[in-house]
């Protein structure tokens, strides 16, 4: 371990203790996502199971709730439940990433656990450096720096970053979010045999390829994988303008299904889907975990989405991930189920079938607070229908548009909405709620939304509206919430 990167560990680990109180008495901590100790989270990195044990690192800002030199932050799990908080993976210690260890991905080979991950430097007028780097560990906690594996190919600008790397027929590839110079966000695709050495192939598709048309000028954190008989790129883009209900946030996060030819480097792909309709979701990664699911976690924020107006800063902390969703292919879309595991949080059911709601608005005996499961099944929904939660977020559904409301996080005075249309209709309601977050499953997991939300602590209500008559049934669960046994 280096000086600079002993002396990193120090400062980060007196940061969390300086401010230990500040964050645990917040009301707003969550109970069943991560967060961070204290300071800044954002994308989900390394996300990978090896031998049992689930990794799940995360860009980690530990000295301020803006964003900076991040270090990777380290959670580790055996089932998804209990989970250890381990000391960081990586630190912005040397030269080639010294301004940050951005975001990249984990691989296991010969019983070795690897990450890739951006080396992100600025020199002192400013300039951005970017490098392609690569760390190696026996034992899962401990990271052994192998420096620059990829420098920055010709055609692009310095924003050229967060690799994901895989092993498809006898080699492996990384795909990486990229700018052309002229300007046009890309996702540039690199071939190797040997981990160290690799050829950059070209772009697979990017703005102004593939029939695309203009769309934006940088795509972040690209994940590509195989559903059913659909290659699949998940990608960031930055600089879609918003169009009627869809990319209504700052930047938006989605994805391509269609073939990879993987010999002449070229995906042949449909239109851009979005992977989530709520306030906060961004740079979304997966991987395949050993019961053969393909799982995604994603970032519960979004960038300069202003993230100073969260109210968790005045603790010292800022942001979440997402629940590890399961990704499945419907025939034509991308499916996103919460896992099975999530299930041993739950207290018992309580259960009211048959609720008919008329013209009125109403409580449902025990339904209430949080954290708390709701699963709402629609028999009837005749003209309009409306949860209201804890007086502060509203979920509305009137012809054929599912919209969530909530106060502007930046402007008080205003509600701020996020749509969807659903063109087969509204039948199921799956809910999870946090002390400050709320993830809701669309009709199986056809649409999801992902937001925080920052009701009154202790407010616990939550209300039903039907305009017209709406018959449906609730279950709920209160949640337990992960167990975590630290350090
Ligand atoms: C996406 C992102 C990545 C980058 C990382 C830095 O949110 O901007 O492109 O690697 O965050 O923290």
């Keep these: 371990m280096s000086e600079r990167d002993q002396e990193l560990r120090e400062s980060a680990a007196e940061e969390i203790k300086k401010h230990k109180e500040r964050v645990e008495s917040d009301p707003y ?12 989270l954002n994308d989900p990195n390394g996300l990978v199971q090896w031998n049992g044990t689930y990794h799940l690192f995360y860009q980690w800002m530990p000295f301020d709730t803006g964003h900076g030199a991040k270090f990777w932050g380290h959670y580790t799990s055996k089932d998804l ?44 007028n400013g300039n951005r450096e970017t490098y392609q780097c690569m760390a190696v560990s026996e034992d899962g906690v401990n990271f052994e720096k192998k420096g620059v594996v ?16 895989w092993k498809q027929g006898e080699h492996w590839y990384m795909v990486i979010g990229a700018q052309s110079e002229d300007l046009q966000g890309k996702a540039a695709l690199l071939r190797s045999d040997n981990l160290y050495d690799w050829k950059h192939l070209g772009d697979i598709t990017g703005s102004g390829e593939n029939e695309l048309g203009s769309f934006g000028y940088m795509w ?30 700052t930047y938006q996060s989605g ?17 851009f889907r979005e992977l989530d309709r709520g306030f906060e979701f961004y740079a979304p990664q997966t991987t395949l975990d050993e019961k053969g699911r393909r799982i995604l976690v994603g970032w519960m924020g979004v960038p300069d989405q202003y993230e100073q107006s969260h109210p968790t800063i005045e603790h010292q902390w800022i942001h ?45 005996r025990g339904i209430e607070g949080r954290p708390v499961e709701l699963n709402i099944e629609f028999d009837r929904l005749d003209d309009q229908f409306a949860i209201e939660l804890f007086q502060y977020a509203s979920i509305s559904y009137k012809d054929e548009v599912l919209t969530l409301s909530r106060p502007h996080l930046e402007d008080k005075t205003k509600t701020e909405f996020r749509r969807v249309p659903l063109q087969q209709g509204l039948k199921q309601l799956h809910l999870f709620i946090d002390h400050s977050t709320l993830e809701i499953f669309v009709n199986g997991g056809e649409e999801v939304f992902s937001s925080r939300i920052y009701p009154q602590p202790e407010e616990e209500r939550i209300l039903f509206t039907s305009l017209g008559t709406s018959t449906f049934s609730v279950e709920q669960w209160k949640l337990g919430g992960y167990k975590w046994n630290d350090e």
């Design 29 to 40: 901590r969550l109970s069943f996502h991560h967060m961070p100790p204290v300071g800044l």
């Design 150 to 165: 990829v420098e920055l190919p010709e055609g692009y600008t310095a924003h050229f970053r967060d690799p994901k790397v």
């Design 320 to 364: 979440c991930l997402t629940m590890p969703r399961e990704l499945t292919w419907n025939g034509s879309q991308i499916i996103q189920s919460p896992l099975e595991e999530m299930k041993e949080m739950r207290g018992p059911v309580l259960m009211h079938s048959s609720i008919t709601i008329e013209n009125d608005q109403k409580a449902v």
């Design 81 to 124: 439940m209990n989970w250890n908080h381990e000391k960081p993976a990586l630190t912005p210690s040397d030269w080639f990433d010294k301004n940050g260890v951005y975001s990249g991905s984990a691989i296991v080979h010969n019983d070795l656990l690897y990450l890739f991950y951006t080396g992100n430097v600025k020199d002192e």
């Design 220 to 249: 972040e954190c690209p994940d590509v994988f195989r559903l059913e008989d659909q290659d699949i790129l998940l990608v960031s883009p930055q600089g879609l303008e918003s169009d009627g209900m869809d990319f209504a946030n």
């Design 255 to 271: 994805y391509f299904a269609g073939k990879l030819n993987y010999d002449q480097g070229e995906f042949k792909h449909g239109d």
